[in-house]
């Protein structure tokens, strides 16, 4: 499986964005898309995950109110808005995906994107 993560880039404080997340490899009729960040200097950290059959979603508690997690089976696509973006908001965004399992440990799946990088500025 191969995952292409894109839509990141340049945002100004209080903007909003859209991250997509597209799969190729296979067709996914199962399992678990996950999106993770990483800011400099720190940990890769849980923000959002789907269940690709059903839709539904889990967020991590401090990501709740301004992001969503969304797939388009028909394209076989994932994505990520971030409204109200802060510049801690300010990381690499990876997607990631996995068959079963703990939805918010990285350890835990299986393929990975390339990560986009969305940087907002003051």
């Known amino acids: 499986v191969q995952l292409q993560a894109s839509g990141g880039g340049l945002v100004q404080s209080g903007g909003s964005l859209r991250l997509s997340c597209a799969v190729s490899?296979?067709?996914?009729?199962?399992?678990?898309m996950g999106w993770f960040r990483q800011a400099p200097g720190k940990e890769r950290e849980f923000v959002a995950a789907?269940?690709?059959?059903?839709?539904?979603?889990y967020y991590a508690d401090a990501k709740k109110a301004r992001f969503t997690i969304l797939r388009d089976n028909s394209k076989n696509t994932v994505y990520l808005e971030i409204s109200a973006l802060k510049p801690d908001d300010t990381a690499a965004y990876y997607c990631?995906?996995?068959?079963?399992?703990?939805?918010?440990?990285?350890?835990?799946?299986?393929?990975w994107g390339q990560g986009t990088l969305v940087t907002v500025s003051s």
């Open positions: 990631a995906a996995k068959r079963y399992g703990p939805l918010d440990v990285v350890s835990g799946y299986e393929d």
């Open positions: 490899g296979r067709t996914l009729n199962s399992g678990i």
């Open positions: 789907i269940y690709w059959t059903s839709g539904v979603t």
